[in-house]
Structures are given as structure tokens and as C-alpha cells.
């Protein structure tokens, strides 16, 4: 199934001093209070004995009275006590508990059959209890969701690379058809049979409105939607939906749909704050931890890639973040334009930073009103 010592806890391990090749990065985020260092050293003061994390809201020592650890157990091993203002062993302990579920997501990937909450706690080190109680609050979703989310990924690779359902399933570590049957509406969004055919014979409807950023397309199966794009032609969005969803059936029928592309123009008129609308969309499970950031980003604020990283537990994450926006298939519902760079600057935006910028513009505008 997997291998990984058993029994060895992520605390057991205490290293020493670090080299003096890393000290001058380290200073600098000293400096500059950066707490996306906290968890990953602790910095001693000779005059005092007493060693911070790099946020510590303490005036800064002079740098030549400064000593540089890895862990909080190397320095006191060094004769020095934690700060009682920023606690820094609550830091590291923090990471430490990030860290065994990223072993944990790590295991759950690779392995080749259905993994129990007992195996994979034993493997880890950790009790059953403590591991679904911190896995739940890193990730959002459970040590079970994440490994079907897992099993579901592998199943739709095997299906786009030709292998027959079958195959697909037990590769996967389904153990039998009725429980991959059973996921697929969750998962898929359609049957594997029709999902191995890429959607052949699934029925997908759309609506194009104009709207003051061009168009607005809106597509829904019937469990939810599953587009919303912007584009400044009508003929574009049409030919991008038939591209995407190259064998389902597709038609257009604007009153099916005319309530949720309503509610997207009073969106974006700023006269409804909150969208609240059904949708029928794949993700894996770190998209959708992010999308549900996202999601929670307040009407009119704005969050950077890194602090959506923070957000879900996972700051060396920024770059599978921005993935995971640009990949967003429903714009505005899940409100991916509130992201930008560190900078301020805007970042990217797959319906044109102008786009963005007026949405932007306008969110705050409207927020202030209300």
C-alpha cells in the first residue's frame, strides 16, 4: 500500500544552529516582522536569553546579539526561554501540525488501494483522533474526501488516456462499479460512461446577455452551472463553450436560464452583494479549498495570492494558487478577480485585467453604499 517509519514523530526530530549562509534572509525577515517565516526558526537574543519567532512585535536587537534556530527545542537546548508576548513554541507547533498532513496528503496521493483513517495514522505517527482533527482544519475537507478526491483524479487520467473503465476503476482503488457509480454524481458531474465518451450525450444549456463589460455567458447542466465566462463577442463565448464541452449536446435556451443570468447582472450592476447560485463544477480538492477562499473574500476587499495561500494553511503554496484561480470556470460566482499581487498590481485574469480592474472598481464603490 505505502511505507513511511512508523511510529516517529514530526517533534522527534531537533536540529541544531543554523549555517551562517541562511542568517542574512533570516535577519531580513526579522526585520520586516514576517510572519510567513513564524514556524520555520526562532531567532535568540543574547542580552536578554530569550528567543522570538520573526513577527514578534518586540523592538528588534542589534544584530550582532542575535542567534539563529531552526527549533525552538535547539534554542532552549542553548540556555534560552521562549518570549511569553509572541510564544513562538505555539508557531512552531503550528507547522509541525501542517506538516504531518502534508506526509499525510503525500501518503493518500500514492497509494495503490483505499487507505483507513487507523493505517494511515499509525504510518504517521499520530492518533487516529488528533490526525482527522488536524487534517480537517489544514485542509478544509477530511482525510476520507481528500483520498476520494485522489481516487477520482486518478480515475478521469486513466479514462483520458484510453484505459477502459474497468482498468480505470481498480487502478483507481475503487473496489467495485456500484461505489464508483455512487461518487460520480459528486465527482464527475456525469456517469463514467458518459464522462469516458468526454460528455457524449450530457446536455449542457447557455445564455448570452450584454452586459457593460461586453457579454456575459452563462451555461448549466441540469444539477447546476458550469460556466460563467466575459468576452467582448457573443460568436467567441459560443465557440469556446462548444470547444471545452467538445461531446455534449449544447443549446442555447436564455429563459431556462434568465433568473441566474439576472442575478449575474445585478451583480455586476452592483445591486446584489451576494451570489448564491447552484453549480455543477470538477475540482480537486485543493481547487475547491481555494475557491471556497475565494468565496470568502468580503464583497469590495481585496486578498493577495499569498494571503489566500495563508488562508488555506498552505503559504508555500502561492503559485498552485494562482493555478487554481486561473482555472476557476465560473467568474464572479466565485470571485477570482479579488485576488492580486503582493504589489497591488493586478496579476492576471483570464477575461482581461480591464475586466478586472472595472469589476474592482465597481465592488468598491457599491460597498462603500451600503
Not at 151 to 175: E, H, L, N, V
Request: net charge positive; glycine share 6%; aromatic share 8%.
Amino acid at each position: 500500500m505505502f511505507t513511511e517509519g512508523r511510529g516517529v514523530k514530526m517533534s522527534s526530530v531537533v536540529k541544531h544552529k543554523i549555517s551562517t549562509d541562511e542568517e542574512d534572509e533570516l535577519w531580513e525577515a526579522v526585520l520586516a516582522r514576517n510572519a510567513r517565516f513564524d514556524g520555520q526558526f526562532v531567532f535568540a537574543v543574547s542580552s536578554t536569553r530569550i528567543y522570538c519567532r520573526p513577527s514578534c512585535p518586540a523592538r528588534r536587537p542589534s544584530r550582532e546579539r542575535v542567534t539563529f534556530f531552526d527549533r525552538p527545542e535547539a534554542a532552549e537546548q542553548a540556555g534560552f526561554r521562549p518570549c511569553l508576548r509572541c510564544r513562538p513554541r505555539d508557531a512552531a507547533a503550528g507547522e509541525q501540525k501542517v506538516e504531518v498532513v502534508r506526509r499525510a496528503c503525500r501518503l493518500l496521493e500514492q497509494a495503490d488501494e483505499i487507505v483507513n483513517l487507523s493505517n494511515l495514522s499509525e504510518c504517521l505517527g499520530v492518533s487516529s483522533f488528533h490526525l482527522q482533527r488536524t487534517f480537517k482544519k489544514v485542509m478544509g475537507i477530511s482525510p476520507r474526501q481528500y483520498a476520494e478526491a485522489c481516487r477520482t483524479s486518478r480515475f478521469k487520467d486513466s479514462i483520458r488516456d484510453g484505459q477502459p473503465i474497468t482498468s480505470a476503476m481498480y487502478d483507481a482503488g475503487y473496489g467495485s462499479s456500484s461505489r464508483l457509480y455512487e461518487r460520480a454524481g459528486a465527482e464527475l458531474g456525469m456517469t463514467p460512461a458518459t464522462y469516458s465518451r468526454k460528455g457524449r450525450g450530457a446536455l449542457i444549456n447557455y445564455a448570452v446577455a450584454k452586459c457593460d463589460l461586453g457579454y456575459l455567458l452563462v451555461a448549466a447542466t441540469e444539477k447546476g452551472i458550469c460556466a460563467v465566462r466575459l468576452g467582448s463577442l457573443e460568436t467567441e463565448l459560443e465557440s469556446d463553450l462548444r470547444d471545452e464541452f467538445s461531446a455534449a449536446r449544447i443549446k442555447r435556451d436564455d429563459g431556462q436560464l434568465s433568473n441566474s443570468v439576472n442575478e449575474l447582472l445585478e451583480h455586476l450592476a452592483g445591486k446584489r452583494i451576494n451570489l448564491d447560485l447552484p453549480l455543477d463544477v470538477r475540482a480537486t480538492a485543493f481547487q475547491r479549498l481555494v475557491w471556497e477562499a475565494l468565496k470568502a473574500i468580503p464583497y469590495g476587499a481585496t486578498r493577495s495570492y499569498s494571503e489566500v495561500a495563508r488562508a488555506i494553511n498552505s503559504p508555500s503554496a502561492v503559485r498552485a494558487v494562482a493555478r487554481a484561480c486561473a482555472t476557476n470556470p465560473v467568474a464572479l460566482v466565485i470571485p477570482c478577480h479579488r485576488v492580486i499581487r503582493e504589489d497591488q498590481s493586478l496579476g492576471g485574469y483570464r477575461w482581461g485585467l480591464e475586466r478586472k480592474q472595472e469589476l474592482l472598481e465597481r465592488e468598491r464603490t457599491a460597498s462603500k453604499k451600503q
